[in-house]
């Protein structure tokens, strides 16, 4: 695996894994949001908060949104966005994936 971060996270020994989740970040904003006439995306952090595919899949959203615009492919106004507060605040995805990437969520882990 090449320079990826992996964090273990709270709640299970599964590695969170950085780069999978910015990808995760480009997919469903681009899955979501409203294409530009520059090929860049735009949704809220609302739309993708309360969206059911999307919610299912993040291990931190707003962690996962932070690494997206520390690399430059996600741009939104402020440093953290929480709900219902910052539901308006526009998620501007500047790197979307390659047409037709599919990214699979992580591997569920069972409960214990």
Known sequence: ?????????KHNNMPYDVDHEVKLVQYHIARIGNKQDD?????T????FNDEEAEQVF???VGSLKAAKKRGILKFQGQILLMPVHAGVELHLLEPLPEGTVVEPPKPVADQ
């Open 1 to 9: 695996h090449r320079g990826g971060s992996f964090l273990k996270n």
């Open 59 to 61: 291990e931190s959203l």
């Open 39 to 43: 090929g860049s995306y735009i949704t």
């Open 45 to 48: 952090f609302g739309e993708l």
